[in-house]
């Protein structure tokens, strides 16, 4: 148990559709980490949000789009979804320190998304 | 391009053998390297995690090893059982502090 919990487990949409994907962080933890999964593929860095302000962003769309909120959850937001947005989608907490530039990720169990 | 390149992407190996997981990346700075277990469907388990000031770490009949200087790190898995068949990802912490992964090994152990 990594303590970080995410919301709902599976999810099926339509291609036009907008999603909301959700995740609770560890307790503390002030750095929120979102990827995408594709099937046998590693997992993409989606976007990073630090203290509630988007911290970098991987190689995605602004469909793709997140908020992180004071009690350490966070919500992915997806407009307009395609085929290829098929996937798992994790979401990983940390307390990122930057006196020593470095952290552990804790991530959550994932959200299963399938848009047809 | 900061990459990280795992090989082989399936292992299969009987039950009580030793084995070892490579994990290649392109990029020596990095802050950390971590390796994973997912099992199928599932999300990520962290297994080890190595600080770019470390060699290596152990956990139980786990050991991960890292040579910065070669771009190379390796989850040496002792006395294998089939409990330990999942996919294994490894992942580094480059410069831009975000996790960059590989595609994994699946490994099967053999009963």
């Known amino acids: 148990e990594t303590g970080v919990t995410q919301s709902p487990t599976h999810l099926i949409k339509t291609r036009g559709q907008q999603v909301t994907l959700r995740c609770s962080s560890q307790?503390?933890?002030?750095?929120v980490s979102w990827y995408q999964q594709a099937l046998g593929q590693g997992p993409q860095f989606i976007f990073q949000y630090y203290r509630e302000e988007e911290n970098g962003r991987g190689n995605f769309p602004p469909r793709f789009s997140g908020l992180q909120f004071p009690n350490y959850s966070s919500e992915l937001n997806v407009n307009a979804l395609e085929l290829d947005d098929s996937a798992l989608y994790l979401c990983?907490?940390?307390?990122?320190?930057?006196?020593?530039?470095?952290?552990?990720?804790?991530f959550g169990p994932g959200t299963r998304l399938t848009v047809t | 391009k900061q990459e990280v390149t795992q090989i082989p992407a399936a292992l299969s190996v009987p039950e009580g053998e030793n084995l070892v997981l490579n994990c290649s990346f392109t990029d020596s700075a990095i802050y950390n390297l971590q390796w994973f277990r997912q099992d199928p469907g599932k999300g990520l388990t962290s297994l080890l995690l190595i600080q770019s000031s470390q060699r290596e770490q152990t956990s139980g009949r786990l050991n991960a090893s890292l040579d910065k200087s070669s771009g190379r790190s390796t989850l040496y898995i002792a006395a294998s059982q089939p409990g330990d068949s999942a996919t294994y990802l490894c992942a580094v912490v480059f410069g831009n502090e975000k996790l960059t992964f590989g595609t994994g090994t699946r490994l099967t152990i053999i009963p």
């Open positions: 990983a907490s940390s307390l990122w320190r930057r006196t020593s530039g470095s952290y552990e990720q804790y």
């Open positions: 307790s503390g933890h002030n750095t």
